[in-house]
């Protein structure tokens, strides 16, 4: 049974920091490319950061910079480390996992992913 567990969320002010956390399971881990996704309220569900079976990396515009994306294979963790956090950075943020029949499409896109887990609020104030 495939499970992504996250982690990590809170409330901070603008400017600060939070890391998040996935634990995975029932997959082989290492063989997937991994995504994080926020959705604030009223707006589409959005690509953030991906990092790929190889470990290749992708950003959204917006968090680039500020964010970083990393897994651990030993530990089937996926982590997002976010820095200087805007209120605009507000939202539930989701990790998602995508088997290798996307590979070559798009990183941040949220219909080629299989895999979801039931997110984690951040709250970002001014």
């Known amino acids: 049974q495939v499970q992504l567990v996250e982690s990590g969320g809170g409330s901070v002010q603008a400017g600060g920091s939070l890391r998040l956390s996935c634990a995975a399971s029932g997959f082989t881990y290492s063989d997937y490319g991994m995504g994080w996704f926020r959705q604030a309220p009223g707006r589409e569900r959005e690509g953030v950061a991906a990092i790929d079976s190889d470990g290749s990396t992708n950003f959204d515009h917006s968090v680039k910079g500020r964010f970083t994306i990393s897994r651990d294979n030993a530990e089937n963790t996926l982590y997002l480390q976010m820095n200087s956090l805007k209120p605009e950075d507000t939202a539930m943020y989701y990790c998602?996992?995508?088997?290798?029949?996307?590979?070559?499409?798009?990183?941040?896109?949220?219909?080629?992913?299989?895999?979801w887990g039931q997110g984690t609020q951040v709250t970002v104030s001014s």
């Open positions: 998602a996992a995508r088997n290798r029949r996307w590979v070559g499409y798009n990183t941040l896109d949220k219909d080629t992913y299989n895999y």
